[in-house]
């Protein structure tokens, strides 16, 4: 857990966790310079830690909305050939990828 | 022709001293001579704009034009979809992407008879504020070459201001519509968040992403605005309010308004011919009949750290669906999904990119969700009660857009300090609050210096309204950069 007071030290590890869940590669220079400038970047943001939020609400959206709803009727959707033109693999009706299921 | 105003142009085509074709025809010509020092546009849409143009043409010789827009040839930034067009974004892994439908805003401006000459250059995924990001070219800023126009959209901006557009459109996440304009000396206009919908607007934050109008002048960017906003069953997040008539509002003047100038936004470091410039634009505005008080919105300086938690976080959700399945980039000879994903991404995302989605994915991880991303929802909160504070004193905020003129291509390496020039751009996007950059003057060096204007939840009216008495009192618009062919 990170330690409130204490300014964010981003390792190595770090990065490469986050890279993973991002599920971006990053090259061996990328990764230092990626550490570097995030540990600057946090630094920066640090100053959140100023302000006491104590019993604020949270603010997720600019204009407060919820629920909009419309009516339930059927319309008319793209043309699936249209959806799939701009595919980088498929076959028929299918986007193709890599296998995912073992035999 | 090319430096006319649209509603000027509307009124020559009426009287039938040119046509929309003659127009398109000046602008498109303008555009093969120029843009190859400009940059401004990715994808230049010739035999679509002459279409366009030429149906223009029939209709105001029958006597049946659809409105002010019609024959107004623009530039969109390449982030909105345009049916049958690349959009790319600014990004390798959008490169090939042709969207089978058009944006809502864009529709609306094609319904309303607007010509598109093409789409325009951008930071890729509208991501930083000189438009040095994005994956294909640099856009210069046409008052000096060497300098940038603004980002994110710096083509849109830059095309207008050299006279490669009437008008255009550009979104504004960050800044990214008002700083470019007032680094080249026009009109940009942030509506307030939902007032016009972002169906077909590629996300990238989505609870702070708005679309709006860059223009030569304001009573153009009130025309675009008009023929754009309204509900979209399309899109949820549109707001139901009625439209009001923007262009009555204009003539309306500034007297009995009380503008507030905000402390916060005169900081230790400003370029002192910006603080000079936007001080004697208040002078302008009180000597028109406003009232013009000090105001305070504390938290101002934390609003832009509150962003770099909240925007990044936004983005790396928004930004997972390039994952190479779908549409777009895939690099091929991946042994599984993961690989294919992972590999596609580092391929196809520049730096800045791949900073952002990085940072967002740190700051929503377990462990940190809390510290950062709720932390900055609340801080979130106190800037928006600011500005309620202010406003319950004053009609409109009224402070520089940015804290200097246009930079040097180049000269901010360090992304932190590229950040930085955003500090008085993002409340606006933070709260949703209408906004507004007009040209209040220039540098020794000749460069533009921008006005910002911030107006209260859906009170565009009143936005346009002191933005137009503004700019009707003073020469600024007047004065166009001349580019070197």
């Given at each position: 857990?990170?330690?409130?007071?204490?300014?964010?030290?981003?390792?190595?590890?770090?990065?490469?966790?986050?890279?993973?869940?991002?599920?971006?590669?990053?090259?061996?220079?990328?990764?230092?310079?990626?550490?570097?400038?995030?540990?600057?970047?946090?630094?920066?943001?640090?100053?959140?830690?100023?302000?006491?939020?104590?019993?604020?609400?949270?603010?997720?959206?600019?204009?407060?909305?919820?629920?909009?709803?419309?009516?339930?009727?059927?319309?008319?959707?793209?043309?699936?050939?249209?959806?799939?033109?701009?595919?980088?693999?498929?076959?028929?009706?299918?986007?193709?990828?890599?296998?995912?299921?073992?035999? | 022709?090319?430096?006319?105003?649209?509603?000027?142009?509307?009124?020559?085509?009426?009287?039938?001293?040119?046509?929309?074709?003659?127009?398109?025809?000046?602008?498109?010509?303008?555009?093969?001579?120029?843009d190859d020092r400009l940059g401004a546009y990715l994808t230049?849409?010739?035999?679509?704009?002459?279409?366009?143009?030429?149906?223009?043409?029939?209709?105001?010789?029958?006597?049946?034009?659809?409105?002010?827009?019609?024959?107004?040839?623009?530039?969109?930034?390449d982030?909105?979809?345009?049916?049958?067009?690349?959009?790319t974004?600014g990004?390798r892994?959008?490169?090939?992407?042709?969207?089978?439908?058009?944006?809502?805003?864009?529709?609306?401006?094609?319904?309303?008879?607007?010509?598109?000459?093409?789409?325009g250059n951008m930071d890729e995924?509208?991501?930083?504020?000189s438009t040095e990001y994005s994956a294909f070219k640099p856009t210069r800023?046409?008052?000096?070459?060497?300098?940038v126009p603004?980002?994110?959209?710096g083509g849109?901006?830059a095309?207008?201001?050299?006279?490669?557009?009437?008008?255009?459109?550009?979104?504004?996440?960050?800044?990214?519509?008002?700083?470019?304009?007032?680094?080249?000396?026009?009109?940009?206009?942030?509506?307030?968040?939902?007032?016009?919908?972002?169906?077909?607007?590629?996300?990238?934050?989505?609870?702070?992403?708005?679309?709006?109008?860059?223009?030569?002048?304001?009573?153009?960017?009130?025309?675009?605005?008009?023929?754009?906003?309204?509900?979209?069953?399309?899109?949820?997040?549109?707001?139901?309010?009625?439209?009001?008539?923007?262009?009555?509002?204009?003539?309306?003047?500034?007297?009995?308004?009380?503008?507030?100038?905000?402390?916060?936004?005169?900081?230790?470091?400003?370029?002192?011919?910006?603080?000079?410039?936007?001080?004697?634009?208040?002078?302008?505005?009180?000597?028109?009949?406003?009232?013009?008080?000090?105001?305070?919105?504390?938290?101002?300086?934390?609003?832009?750290?509150?962003?770099?938690?909240?925007?990044?976080?936004?983005?790396?959700?928004?930004?997972?669906?390039?994952?190479?399945?779908?549409?777009?980039?895939?690099?091929?000879?991946?042994?599984?999904?993961?690989?294919?994903?992972?590999?596609?991404?580092?391929?196809?995302?520049g730096?800045?990119?791949?900073?952002?989605?990085?940072?967002?994915?740190?700051?929503?991880?377990?462990?940190?969700?809390?510290?950062?991303?709720?932390?900055?929802?609340?801080?979130?909160?106190?800037?928006?009660?600011?500005?309620?504070?202010?406003?319950?004193?004053?009609?409109?905020?009224?402070?520089?857009?940015?804290?200097?003129?246009?930079?040097?291509h180049?000269?901010?390496?360090?992304?932190?300090?590229?950040?930085?020039?955003?500090?008085?751009?993002?409340?606006?996007?933070?709260?949703?609050?209408?906004?507004?950059?007009?040209?209040?003057?220039?540098?020794?060096?000749?460069?533009?210096?921008?006005?910002?204007?911030?107006?209260?939840?859906?009170?565009?009216?009143?936005?346009?309204?002191?933005?137009?008495?503004?700019?009707?009192?003073?020469?600024?618009?007047?004065?166009?950069?001349?580019?070197?062919?």
């Amino acid at each position: 857990m990170p330690d409130a007071e204490r300014p964010p030290m981003i390792s190595r590890e770090d990065v490469l966790h986050v890279a993973r869940l991002a599920r971006l590669e990053l090259s061996e220079p990328e990764l230092e310079k990626m550490r570097e400038q995030l540990n600057s970047i946090l630094t920066y943001i640090d100053r959140l830690k100023e302000l006491d939020v104590t019993g604020v609400e949270p603010t997720s959206h600019a204009v407060p909305m919820v629920n909009v709803m419309r009516d339930d009727v059927v319309v008319p959707c793209f043309p699936r050939d249209e959806m799939l033109a701009n595919a980088p693999d498929r076959v028929g009706e299918f986007f193709r990828v890599p296998r995912i299921i073992e035999d | 022709m090319t430096d006319t105003p649209i509603h000027e142009l509307a009124d020559a085509y009426l009287r039938g001293e040119t046509t929309p074709t003659a127009v398109t025809e000046a602008y498109l010509a303008r555009i093969a001579r120029l843009d190859d020092r400009l940059g401004a546009y990715l994808t230049v849409t010739r035999e679509q704009a002459l279409r366009a143009a030429a149906a223009s043409d029939a209709r105001y010789r029958a006597g049946t034009p659809l409105g002010p827009l019609d024959g107004a040839p623009l530039a969109y930034k390449d982030v909105l979809c345009t049916r049958g067009v690349r959009t790319t974004c600014g990004s390798r892994i959008l490169e090939g992407f042709v969207p089978p439908y058009d944006a809502t805003a864009i529709e609306r401006l094609g319904a309303a008879g607007a010509v598109m000459l093409g789409k325009g250059n951008m930071d890729e995924f509208a991501m930083g504020s000189s438009t040095e990001y994005s994956a294909f070219k640099p856009t210069r800023n046409p008052w000096d070459l060497a300098r940038v126009p603004g980002g994110s959209s710096g083509g849109p901006a830059a095309a207008v201001a050299a006279g490669l557009a009437a008008g255009g459109l550009g979104t504004d996440t960050g800044g990214s519509i008002r700083q470019p304009a007032a680094f080249c000396g026009i009109v940009g206009l942030k509506p307030t968040y939902g007032r016009v919908s972002r169906y077909g607007l590629v996300a990238f934050g989505s609870s702070l992403d708005h679309i709006g109008p860059f223009a030569r002048d304001v009573t153009d960017a009130a025309l675009l605005l008009a023929a754009m906003a309204g509900a979209d069953p399309r899109d949820a997040t549109c707001v139901e309010a009625p439209v009001p008539d923007y262009a009555a509002a204009l003539a309306r003047g500034v007297r009995g308004l009380r503008l507030g100038v905000p402390d916060e936004y005169f900081i230790d470091g400003m370029d002192p011919e910006v603080e000079r410039a936007v001080r004697d634009a208040v002078d302008v505005l009180r000597g028109l009949g406003a009232t013009v008080e000090r105001v305070s919105l504390p938290t101002t300086r934390h609003a832009l750290a509150t962003y770099y938690v909240i925007a990044p976080a936004e983005a790396s959700s928004n930004l997972a669906r390039y994952d190479g399945v779908k549409y777009g980039l895939r690099v091929a000879g991946a042994k599984d999904l993961i690989e294919m994903s992972s590999r596609t991404r580092a391929a196809g995302f520049g730096a800045e990119v791949k900073r952002r989605i990085m940072l967002g994915t740190y700051v929503l991880s377990a462990g940190y969700y809390e510290a950062y991303y709720g932390r900055a929802q609340k801080v979130r909160t106190l800037v928006r009660r600011d500005f309620e504070a202010a406003f319950g004193r004053v009609d409109l905020i009224v402070a520089p857009m940015t804290p200097n003129v246009a930079f040097k291509h180049g000269e901010k390496e360090d992304p932190l300090s590229m950040y930085l020039n955003d500090v008085f751009a993002v409340p606006a996007d933070m709260t949703g609050l209408p906004a507004i950059s007009v040209p209040c003057g220039f540098s020794a060096e000749g460069l533009p210096i921008g006005l910002q204007f911030i107006g209260k939840a859906l009170d565009e009216p009143t936005l346009l309204r002191a933005a137009h008495a503004y700019e009707q009192a003073t020469p600024w618009r007047t004065r166009r950069p001349s580019v070197p062919s």
